[in-house]
């Protein structure tokens, strides 16, 4: 079993910079591929990035070269930083786990809001 807690969210400008993190209890924190996602109201929830058990990264087109998506397995964390925001990066963000060697079960955090006011 895996929790996970985000933090980091709140209310910033235009522009303005946000980082959120993902702790995870439990063992073997390496062996879970992580992803931040995020679903703004009325829209279905999309993947924001991702990052492998070792290290591979991927960005959804809309955030590329604004987020990145850091993580430690000394720490158990997986952060999403996030630069030049914009308002429709507003959303509850989730961080999700997924086990890589079997069980392949999935795991995912409460959500922490993001506004970005303009």
């Known amino acids: 079993q895996v929790q996970l807690v985000e933090s980091g969210g709140g209310l910033v400008q235009l522009g303005g910079s946000l980082r959120l993190s993902c702790a995870a209890s439990g063992n073997i924190f390496s062996i879970y591929a992580m992803g931040w996602y995020r679903q703004a109201p009325g829209k279905q929830r999309e993947v924001v990035a991702t990052?492998?058990?070792?290290?591979?990264?991927v960005y959804v087109d809309s955030v590329k070269g604004r987020f990145t998506i850091p993580r430690d397995n000394t720490k158990n964390t997986v952060d999403l930083q996030m630069r030049s925001l914009e308002p429709d990066d507003t959303a509850v963000y989730y961080c999700k786990a997924t086990r890589t060697i079997p069980p392949l079960l999935t795991y995912w955090g409460q959500g922490t809001q993001v506004t970005v006011s303009s």
């Open positions: 990052i492998t058990s070792g290290g591979r990264t």
